[in-house]
């Protein structure tokens, strides 16, 4: 099973999360303030998302995702000023957060369907569609390079054993509120 820690250096900004994400059905939550918390919380995970500023009390969000198993994934929350100072290959999530954008963030790295979400096998004019309409969605929300936004897609596929139209189309499902 996936897990989600939430590490932020102001205690109350991590309660925030937390409490929007367990408003939207998320459980057992692991609060942090400092990274040292966060990536001991994280060695003990088979897999998962840790949630957290751009800055951490003596870490950047970019030194605490090369300590980061591979099998967890970073999600960064800050302004868009503070956002500049991330990779562009990070997925983020701009401050002031939208509770919704939050959350179709998180479903989306945990890999969950919001419906069936089944297309053709083969590679068509609506799959390439969906692909690039759900990258443009990446980049523009996450703060993604077009390079990276394909990556993601690309493991979320491999991951969950769908085509990338499949995959485009379950992002775009879930943003679809927007």
Not at 32 to 42: D, G, M, R
Not at 50 to 73: N, Q, T, W
Not at 157 to 170: F, H, I, P, Q, W
């Amino acid at each position: 099973m996936k897990g989600i820690i939430i590490a932020f250096s102001r205690e109350e900004d991590g309660k925030n999360v937390k409490r929007a994400l367990e408003r939207n059905g998320y459980e057992n939550l692991i609060l942090c303030t400092s990274p040292s918390q966060a990536l001991q919380e994280a060695a003990l995970m088979e897999e998962g998302i840790l949630i957290c500023s751009v800055r951490l009390k003596d870490m950047h969000c970019s030194g605490l995702r090369e300590y980061l198993p591979p099998a967890v994934e970073l999600l960064v929350i800050g302004t868009e000023a503070r956002l500049s100072e991330c990779p562009p290959d990070m997925m983020t999530v701009a401050a002031p957060v939208r509770v919704f954008e939050l959350v179709n963030t998180v479903r989306m790295m945990m890999g969950e369907k919001t419906s069936n979400v089944r297309g053709r096998k083969t590679r068509n004019g609506e799959d390439e569609k969906a692909v690039r309409q759900a990258k443009r969605l990446l980049m523009e929300r996450n703060r993604l390079t077009e390079e990276a936004a394909h990556r993601y897609l690309q493991k979320r596929s491999m991951e969950t054993g769908r085509t990338m139209g499949e995959t485009a189309r379950m992002v775009l499902l879930l943003y679809e509120n927007d």
